[in-house]
């Protein structure tokens, strides 16, 4: 009889160690609604009801408002997106004239990375509400996989400082290697380099981004440089 719990024991700890390493699936989810401004909305989404799954959701829905406005209380997206469409109504009210082409909303992620310790997310957005152009941004965020836990810099890389080292060296080579035009000096408005808000993982290596504005001007539009895993992963916590 104890040989039969024994062995009754075993098979349900090797059953839970399959199911709690089975890797999280997701599938598109698509915001339906009709607004009065050009709104759409398109995002990953976890598959199933458990724990990791919702956790994982939130952080995505989260991540989507605080790339919207950081100083968003909100908590729901579709409430964010009806306020979004309220604004419009309102400036269309009062300034008709003004209100075509009408006001866009566009909210789009794509999961660029997967491993058994790692989610990494892009979430692009991009607001139009009149003038000579829109607004577009592109946010990673980067999830624990077996907590959903947000990542921030300081959980993915084990020594900043020696990382910045690396990563200038890499902002330099791609720089050489996009534009024989462009150099140092025309990035970061004079300061030195810094490292940037968005560092990602991706397949071909750890994704360093600047979003437009953020070190140089709207012509330069989105730096981005690649840092190949053979080189970063002696300063990563994870993999």
């Known amino acids: 009889m104890k040989h039969f719990i024994y062995l009754f024991s075993l098979f349900v700890l090797l059953i839970s160690c399959e199911f709690e390493s089975k890797p999280v699936s997701f599938k598109t989810h ?3 609604s009709n607004y009065d401004a050009d709104i759409s909305v398109t995002f990953d989404e976890a598959i199933g009801n458990s724990e990791l799954s919702k956790t994982i959701n939130l952080k ?8 919207l406005s ?23 009210k009062e300034f008709h004239e003004a209100s ?19 989610l990494t997310f892009t979430i692009n957005t991009y607001q139009f509400k ?33 990382f910045k080292i690396l990563a200038k060296k890499h902002f330099i ?10 150099n140092m000096e025309d990035f970061f408005f004079g300061k030195p380099f810094q490292l940037p808000e968005n560092i990602g993982f991706s397949e071909d290596g ?17 730096t981005e440089f690649v840092i190949p895993f053979n080189e970063a992963e002696i300063y990563l916590k994870v993999n």
Do not use: C, M
Not at 173 to 182: A, H, M, V, W, Y
Not at 206 to 222: D, F, M, R, T
């Open 70 to 92: 950081e100083d968003s209380i909100k908590t729901n997206l579709e409430s964010v997106l009806n306020d979004f469409n309220s604004e419009y109504l309102r400036f269309k």
């Open 30 to 32: 698509s915001i339906d």
């Open 206 to 222: 750890l994704v360093l981004l600047y979003n437009v504005y953020e070190i140089a001007s709207y012509n330069q539009g989105y």
């Open 60 to 67: 995505i829905k989260e991540s989507i408002i605080t790339s």
């Open 100 to 118: 075509n082409p009408p006001w866009e909303l566009h909210i789009e992620t794509e999961k660029v990375y997967q491993s058994e310790d790692i």
């Open 173 to 182: 080579k791609s720089l050489e290697s996009d534009n024989d035009t462009i």
């Open 130 to 162: 009149g003038g000579a152009h829109g607004n577009d941004k592109i946010k990673f965020l980067n999830l624990n996989a077996k907590t959903g836990a947000v990542l921030s810099h300081n959980d993915i890389v084990k020594n900043l400082k020696d």
